[in-house]
């Protein structure tokens, strides 16, 4: 396959940030991966990834990175360990054509937050690039370097809400009669997904070898109820992420307190997940969490949709 030659081209994605709304865990497998229960949720945090074709005296790949001014630009390689670049390698291979493309990375969702921004990012590369190579890669083929990208990545793809199980990447999207409000408070200190798992190793050594269900959370999603959602809402990572990181605890306490429906470690954190009820209480919630001194507190809704064009501009 060759890639066509174009003047000027422009194709940005924008990709979303996701919770778990029950994420249940299960002993290591024996490649090292645990078992997952998952209910993912994408919400209204985003990323949006910028591809262009780079002209003839231009650098055949090029990535650079602008963060919101609540991200350690520091905590985001631009080299080859960036998962886009990753995505772009593992695209450009299964096409068999060169790696090209100016890429830029506009990040709102925090680093290490446990909110998958890697792995939107990685989603947004493998549609933009797609685009702008005219590889026309079929959905299943897609989904398929997703999954070798990371656990995480099918569902940016998909966005909604959707069930995971395997280590979360295989993926099916679920009906969902809400729309969530939520309270995101990020932390300028990441938790590193796989210590959190070590730690969850230790803790629960007996941990049963499937992860437990979610069926009564599915009927609460599927009704749009809230109030129902937030009694059944799990994750069993935030125990180990909590003894990690005990201020996390003070932070959920507070934002219940200050009426939130229920707060929640999103996937192995640190940030902090609070369901409101409505965009009002969601706004009050967020001015109650600033008073206390946080200053970063994000207000998204969801479900909102997984990686998709937003601009293609032809020159």
């Given at each position: 396959m060759s890639i066509p030659v174009r003047t000027t081209v422009n194709i940005t994605v924008r990709s979303a940030a996701k919770i778990n709304l029950h994420l249940g865990v299960g002993a290591p497998r024996d490649d090292g991966f645990h078992p997952l229960t998952t209910v993912y949720q994408a919400v209204g945090l985003c990323d949006d990834l910028t591809a262009t074709l780079p002209g003839e005296q231009d650098a055949p790949w090029d990535l650079r990175l602008r963060v919101a001014d609540y991200i350690d630009p520091g905590a985001v390689p631009v080299d080859d360990d960036n998962i886009v670049a990753r995505a772009a390698t593992l695209l450009a291979a299964h096409h068999g054509v060169p790696v090209r493309g100016h890429v830029d990375v506009d990040?709102?969702?925090?680093?290490?937050?446990?909110?998958?921004?890697?792995?939107?990012?990685?989603?947004?590369?493998?549609?933009a690039l797609d685009r702008l190579w005219d590889a026309r890669t079929s959905d299943d083929d897609l989904l398929a370097l997703a999954a070798e990208l990371g656990s995480d990545v099918p569902f940016a793809l998909i966005g909604g809400t959707a069930l995971g199980t395997g280590r979360g990447e295989h993926v099916m999207p679920l009906p969902d009669g809400g729309t969530w409000w939520w309270v995101l408070v990020p932390s300028r200190e990441g938790l590193s997904t796989p210590q959190v798992y070590r730690h969850f190793d230790k803790l629960f050594p007996d941990a049963p070898a499937v992860p437990p269900p979610a069926d009564e959370l599915l009927d609460a999603v599927a009704a749009g109820d809230p109030v129902r959602l937030a009694r059944l809402l799990r994750n069993d990572l935030q125990e180990p992420a909590l003894d990690l990181r005990p201020d996390l605890g003070v932070l959920l306490e507070r934002g219940e307190s200050e009426g939130a429906l229920r707060g929640i470690i999103s996937g192995s954190g640190p940030t902090c997940a609070f369901l409101c009820e409505s965009s009002d209480h969601a706004r009050d919630l967020a001015g109650a969490l600033m008073r206390h001194g946080h200053t970063v507190v994000l207000v998204a809704n969801g479900a909102v949709a997984g990686a998709h064009l937003v601009e293609n501009l032809h020159g």
């Open positions: 990040k709102a969702i925090p680093v290490a937050g446990g909110l998958a921004g890697g792995s939107a990012d990685a989603a947004a590369a493998l549609v």
